[in-house]
């Protein structure tokens, strides 16, 4: 038997990675609240700050010094479930916090080993595991999205958002991973040249998930701390990432097969193919991007 056949075997949870094409665009947002939203579900969650270098959930949170991965990364060789347990940080709304190191020179650290043996560990504990990924297709961010069974791929109306959404796609589609890719259009209210409605079509996708702007709750609750989930639960941005939180956890299609060929492998293949960078968004004034 394969070892990563194994590994799913013996996983209990289920794995959401939220990522997007470039920084900025409410992932933090999106994980800390959907981690708690799932938690009221009677949930056993466990949310990761996977964005090493950067991660910015614990002052989402307002979760003090903790331990991290970090110290995770020290005892690979002996973590198991009760050590692992003792790393992390056990947030007032219930669910369990793995922090990102405490400084970014120490991200490097984290291997693609170290991040399946944490994941899988926390996986044969929890119901849920989501993790808050970087920006970028690097080692790191591939071997989170290799795990998962879900990647939330986030985007805004923002154009240069849009056109890396949708050239992201494409990469999802060599390294086949698209089938478990859902976009999530964050601040779906904005203003912009681009429409909410025209997104699907742009993109390709039949579904999408949207939470709707409001800058004055999402900024609040991330400098104070407190999720808006819990401090503002009857906002219109709540009630978007419960009901992401509803469609998760209904979801009973979410494993994925493993493929053999490494996805960086698979992304060279892809560039040697390709050329051009035209991904054929229109916009409104009809020039081709
Ligand atoms: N639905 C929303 N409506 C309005 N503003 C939002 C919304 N979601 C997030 N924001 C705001 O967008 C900014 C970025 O959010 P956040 O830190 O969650 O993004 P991020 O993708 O994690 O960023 P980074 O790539 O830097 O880690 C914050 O100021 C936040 O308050
Ligand atoms: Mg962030």
Do not use: W
């Not at 075997?9 to 409410?26: D, E, F, H, N, T």
């Not at 494993?255 to 054929?280: A, I, M, T």
Request: proline content about 2%.
């Amino acid at each position: 038997m394969e070892g990563s056949e194994l590994q799913t075997q013996s996983r209990k949870g289920k794995m959401a990675v939220i990522y997007s094409a470039k920084g900025g665009v409410g992932k933090t947002s999106l994980a800390v609240n959907l981690a708690i939203a799932l938690h009221k579900k009677k949930l056993q969650v466990a949310l990761m700050d996977g964005d090493f270098q950067f991660g910015d959930v614990n002052v989402a949170m307002d979760i003090g010094s903790s331990f991290s991965i970090t110290d995770a990364a020290d005892s690979i060789d002996k973590l198991d479930t009760y050590r692992l347990n003792h790393l992390l940080s056990k947030h007032s709304s219930g669910v369990h916090v793995l922090s990102a190191p405490e400084s970014p020179e120490l991200a490097d650290l984290i291997t693609t080993a170290i991040i399946s043996k944490v994941c899988e560990t926390i996986l044969k504990e929890y119901d849920y595991l989501i993790v808050d990924s970087g920006v970028g297709l690097n080692d790191q961010t591939l071997s989170f999205m290799e795990i998962a069974d879900e990647i939330l791929l986030m985007t805004t109306l923002e154009l240069i958002s849009i056109k890396n959404t949708k050239r992201l796609l494409k990469v999802f589609e060599t390294l086949e991973m698209r089938n478990k890719v859902k976009v999530v259009l964050n601040r779906s209210t904005m203003e912009s040249v681009i429409e909410a409605s025209q997104v699907p079509e742009i993109l390709g996708v039949d579904h999408l998930y949207s939470i709707p702007n409001n800058f004055s709750v999402a900024s609040k609750s991330l400098n104070l701390g407190i999720p808006f989930v819990t401090g503002k639960p009857s906002s219109d941005i709540a009630k978007a990432v419960f009901k992401i939180a509803a469609n998760l956890d209904s979801n009973e299609q979410l494993l994925e097969e493993r493929k053999k060929q490494p996805l960086l492998d698979k992304l060279f293949s892809l560039k040697r193919k390709k050329g051009g960078n035209s991904v054929g968004i229109i916009r409104k004034d009809e020039r081709k991007i």
